[in-house]
């Protein structure tokens, strides 16, 4: 009897089965195995593997044929190769070293059976390249050139294509060498038998735009770039349907949505700012927050409102549809350009040294650059072109911009947020035992990160189960990964976090996270791999499903 139908007698069932048999024969369809909805789910690590070096795990992704785990190894510029038969006790099996294709290997993805390798060229502004081995015995396929420094990668849901994000990161700026490669997409018509095609979805259309996208809100702000050259695509997510791609451009507090059949950049989305002035969108903006109106303060937890604009600035991207709408689901982890010639970082104290306009910052104003108030924040002397945050006559103080929103949002495709989490990691992780708050991915320092980015949080992937999806979100700094119930786009519950690092120690550094379906996974549970940069260590948690 099925155990979903109790009221249904064995007789009945039996009927009850061959009459849906004969439905589905004659052109219907009908799920007699529909996935049950878990009531809670909790992670519990299972197994891990030590790489041995600071960067040794960044990007994992999983064959479910080979039951091997490809691992971006960044310490060596290779991949290692680990068998994860056993999920409680992953070995390594193999290494696939890049070196006669370029410098390094940045990111990595897996569709049935086939890796592909997103490698860095040994002089980062040329042009890079993927390449395609196989999964089984790592055999070497071909590679293609694409555009300057690919980074993330992915395949479509089909496996016939794979796009990826040429960040085209500049080497300098206003100096004599100095080389901005413009940013892309390629997308890449694979062969597994001959030699795969390329195709790319450039910015050099919008050229000449530079004013109008400001105005929009898309930071345009590189020396001397054009709009090609200052886009830096960082992360892609598709549609259902394969045909569409959204591209995170991180340090432009934007996106990009590109056509995947015509390779076509359509138009570019801002992301906004983020208000932390508003109740439930506060921060800890101060690692000497532990006094009053001090340049001398000590660290303190302190999470309120500040008179603050945070640019979201995500990095990883995914996507899910609801009732047959798109929502973009963004890791907003923020990133500031730090160049020869050109760097972005400074703090609000050393910056607005003519103090804040009272007209916007009010009473506040006078006590607000203070160390233990804000004037120890890090914050971007460049929003956005021209705009520095500063009265062009007084030189007082407008708006002070921040790096990332300390968050996850979720958006509709067009750039409307219908959700952000405002400060809830920060105030989950506030009162941690196996690590104090704020700390960095390589300390163990009370508010080392709160004057930067805090949680920073990075990775992010979705899992469905039954009617509900989950998001699990990956916090670079202080660790572990964050939990939410999103099937409401615009009402995510918070589920549980799991961080499983020590102090210093443990598993520090999500940089990536993959999530193994259950029908996929050697163990038949479902299983989330979380690559650990900082600690270079591969962490298996099992997700266990209660209904």
Not at 56 to 72: H, M, N, P, Y
Not at 292 to 301: A, I, M
């Amino acid at each position: 009897m099925n155990k979903y139908l109790p009221c249904v007698s064995a007789i009945r069932w039996a009927a009850l089965s061959s009459s849906l048999a004969f439905f589905a024969g004659c052109g219907g369809s009908v799920n007699q195995s529909a996935e049950p909805t878990p009531t809670s789910l909790a992670l519990e690590k299972i197994g891990d593997y030590a790489g041995g070096a600071l960067g040794a795990a960044e990007i994992t992704a999983f064959d479910a044929g080979s039951k091997r785990l490809f691992v971006v190894n960044g310490a060596n510029g290779t991949v290692d190769v680990l068998s994860l038969a056993n999920p409680a006790s992953p070995v390594l099996v193999g290494t696939i070293d890049v070196s006669s294709i370029g410098a390094s290997v940045n990111s990595v993805a897996v569709h049935d059976g086939l890796v592909a390798l997103a490698v860095q060229a040994t002089v980062k502004t040329n042009p890079g390249a993927v390449a395609f081995y196989n999964a089984s015995d790592l055999g070497f396929l071909h590679s293609v050139t694409v555009g300057a420094l690919p980074d993330m990668l992915t395949f479509t849901a089909d496996g016939k294509k794979v796009l990826v994000a040429n960040e085209g990161e500049p080497n300098s700026y206003n100096q004599v060498d100095s080389v901005d490669p413009e940013g892309s997409v390629s997308i890449i018509t694979v062969s597994r038998t001959g030699t795969s095609t390329v195709a790319t979805a450039g910015f050099s259309a919008f050229n000449g735009q530079e004013a109008t996208l400001r105005g929009q809100g898309v930071r345009i702000y590189g020396p001397n770039a054009s709009v090609a050259q200052d886009l830096e695509p960082e992360y892609i997510t598709l549609n259902a349907t394969g045909d569409t791609a959204y591209v995170t451009l991180q340090e432009n507090n934007a996106m990009a949505v590109v056509d995947i059949p015509s390779a076509t950049v359509t138009s570019l989305i801002p992301f906004g700012l983020k208000d932390f002035s508003i109740a439930g969108y506060g921060l800890d903006a101060s690692d000497e927050d532990g006094g009053t109106n001090t340049n001398s303060g000590t660290p303190l937890v302190k999470i309120g409102t500040q008179p603050v604009k945070g640019m979201y600035q995500p990095d990883a991207i995914a996507s899910y549809a609801v009732d047959g709408v798109t929502y973009l689901v963004t890791a907003n982890e923020g990133d500031a350009r730090e160049y020869t010639g050109f760097s972005e970082e400074v703090r609000v104290r050393s910056f607005f040294t003519a103090g804040l306009d009272t007209t916007v910052f009010g009473s506040s104003a006078a006590n607000a650059l203070y160390d233990s108030n804000l004037g120890r924040l890090k914050i971007t002397s460049t929003p956005n072109g021209d705009f520095t945050g500063k009265d062009a006559l007084t030189g007082l103080g407008t708006q002070i911009t921040a790096f990332g929103g300390r968050s996850f949002s979720i958006w509709k495709t067009d750039g409307t947020r219908v959700y952000d989490s405002g400060e809830a990691f920060e105030q989950l992780t506030s009162a941690l035992s196996m690590v104090n708050f704020n700390a960095s991915n390589d300390n163990n320092t009370l508010d080392s990160r709160s004057a930067a980015k805090g949680p920073e949080p990075e990775g992010v992937v979705l899992g469905k189960f039954g009617t509900k999806t989950y998001a699990f979100i990956g916090l670079e700094r202080v660790g572990g990964v964050m939990v939410y119930d999103i099937t409401t786009p615009s009402a995510p519950v918070y589920v549980t976090y799991l961080n499983t690092r020590n102090g210093a120690a443990g598993d520090c550094g999500p940089e990536g996270v993959a999530l193994i379906k259950a029908d996929k996974s050697p163990s038949g549970k479902p299983l989330l791999v979380v690559g650990n940069e900082t600690s270079g260590t591969t962490a298996i948690y099992q997700i266990n499903l209660s209904y």
